[in-house]
């Protein structure tokens, strides 16, 4: 079990102490959103990229871009994170080839899309200290596979920011092309460029809208295939399929949440950056260190504790008996899963030991002084 029952105790009791959540998430209240939906009452138009999403699309890709200092953005909105790295890939993996080089240890979700592409996900290891696939790492796995991969899928972990430039740099040397699952890092991409960056916009992140996703990309030319992809392949005025594709749209009420949330989503990353760095103050004394940057580099809706192993079991026996919800947020490895124990891999010695020390820890702006020193001392 990595959670376990959260119901409300009373301490006269001698009962159990009050829950502490792990995540709640806060989303634009219906007051802000009523200006855009009765514009779509005005217009009566729902979907089909419609002005909203028009709005959204340029509005979006110019926050991106000046937090990048990035020139000539595109934003390409999908129905969720995991359609846009399908998309992403079918786009860009090289033809005839089978297998996409991916990261053992991610959300599952990163799996089903390369699958979704038709391809063969082949299982890699981590980098130790930025729980990410690295090029160095790409390289040593080139050599040991039967055969060339049609891309690779770089993750980005838990919301810190991946290493552009070094990717791009991987690809001129290799010809194998790049396609960042980059989820949770929305407010953290500090270079934008042609290799696309898929971002989730579920409720679970920082720029979360319920649910969506977009691709990121300064390739004008990807970004015009890929929004044809999400409606069926349709390009121009008239509605003949010229790429193969599918029913990917974000919808006008979606649209309208985007342009709510970027309203307020300065204020939200100052939120989050103070609470983590309440926690990185608490945590100070603690031999469980907190992954690097999360929480005062970068904004993100979750954060996550190294735990040393002789520590691990004392500190999750104290989470329970404190009834402190945690997650292994990303499980233990994609090679794991039972839908996915027979695909091929590298040896993953950092994944099999980080994976179960790394612990989601309660992260939101519902959290109060008490509770994050509730969560201190049971990780020291």
């Not at 079918?90 to 979700?109: D, E, K, N």
Request: overall charge negative; glycine content about 8%.
């Amino acid at each position: 079990m990595e959670s376990f029952d959260v119901t409300q105790a009373d301490p006269d009791a001698g009962g159990p102490p009050p829950p502490i959540e792990i995540m709640r998430p806060r989303l634009p209240a219906a007051t802000s959103m009523m200006p855009f939906l009765s514009r779509i009452d005005e217009t009566r138009i729902y979907s089909n990229y419609g002005p909203l999403w028009r709005e959204f699309c340029v509005g979006f890709a110019g926050w991106l871009g000046a937090r990048a200092g990035q020139d000539g953005v595109r934003v390409v909105p999908t129905s969720s994170g995991t359609t846009a790295i399908q998309i992403a890939l079918q786009l860009r993996a090289t033809p005839g080839r089978r297998f996409c080089l991916m990261p053992s240890w991610t959300f599952i979700a990163s799996a089903h899309a390369i699958c979704g592409a038709g391809l063969t996900p082949w299982l890699v290891d981590v980098d130790e200290e930025s729980f990410m696939l690295t090029p160095h790492q790409a390289m040593a796995a080139l050599r040991a596979m039967p055969e060339p991969p049609a891309a690779v899928l770089v993750v980005s972990a838990f919301g810190a920011p991946v290493d552009v430039p070094a990717w791009a740099e991987f690809e001129r040397e290799t010809g194998i092309p790049v396609v960042f699952d980059a989820a949770a890092a929305a407010t953290s991409l500090n270079h934008i460029g042609p290799q696309p960056l898929c971002i989730s916009l579920h409720a679970t992140k920082v720029f979360g809208i319920g649910e969506g996703g977009t691709i990121i990309t300064t390739d004008t030319a990807l970004a015009d295939k890929a929004l044809a992809m999400t409606g069926f392949g349709f390009q121009g005025t008239e509605r003949v399929s010229s790429i193969r594709g599918g029913n990917y749209r974000l919808s006008e009420y979606s649209a309208a949440m985007g342009l709510a949330v970027l309203d307020s989503i300065d204020a939200k990353i100052a939120s989050m950056l103070s609470l983590g760095a309440a926690y990185t103050d608490a945590l100070r004394n603690s031999p469980c260190r907190i992954q690097s940057g999360a929480g005062t580099a970068y904004a993100a809706m979750s954060l996550n504790v190294i735990c040393p192993a002789d520590r691990l079991d004392r500190v999750l026996a104290r989470f329970d008996a404190g009834n402190i919800q945690w997650r292994r947020w990303w499980g233990l490895g994609t090679h794991l899963h039972p839908a996915f124990t027979d695909l091929p891999r590298s040896d993953l010695p950092v994944t099999e030991d980080l994976a179960p020390r790394v612990i989601g820890v309660p992260f939101h702006d519902m959290l109060t002084a008490e509770e994050i020193g509730r969560v201190a001392d049971a990780l020291r």
